[in-house]
């Protein structure tokens, strides 16, 4: 099993509250991610993907899956593939995520003078890749089969 080590930075976002934010890549374009153990699914802000020019397909498998815990009751599902999607040297291909407006994320992350989310690294990413954080090195370790 092959595995990738990424550093993680640690923002203050006021006394004693803390986001941890992780550098990632789709198709050659940096974007920061918040690192989101109680998100059930990763997900990004729906404007700069259409900003990107990716296709937006609504989730119409009729489950709703991807509106579990996001906060919002009936709202409809947005999603796309990212073709290529790199953390670190681990790089995932059409990996789907959702969608969501974070507007809100960023005007508080723009009051306080943190750097845009563009995202959120959610459970599905960080369970299928085995994801280890060690908070003293301030590193995230992924695992990959291959």
Same mark, same amino acid.
């Given at each position: ?35 989101? +153990?109680?998100?059930?699914? +990763? ?104």
């Amino acid at each position: 099993m092959k595995h990738y080590t990424v550093k993680l930075k640690i923002v203050k976002l006021e006394s004693g509250s803390y986001h941890i934010t992780i550098p990632a890549k789709i198709e050659d374009t940096p974007v920061n991610l918040v690192v989101d +153990t109680g998100a059930s699914h +990763t997900c990004f802000d729906l404007n700069f993907i259409k900003d990107l020019n990716h296709k937006i397909e609504s989730d119409d498998s009729g489950k709703n899956e991807l509106n579990i815990g996001l906060g919002e009751v009936g709202f409809e599902s947005k999603v796309t593939y990212l073709p290529d999607f790199q953390i670190g040297k681990l790089t995932v291909k059409d990996y789907m995520v959702a969608l969501l407006d974070l507007t809100h994320v960023n005007m508080t992350y723009k009051h306080l003078k943190k750097p845009m989310i563009h995202g959120m690294l959610g459970c599905d990413f960080l369970i299928r890749f085995m994801a280890m954080i060690d908070y003293m090195k301030g590193e995230m370790t992924l695992w990959c089969k291959n």
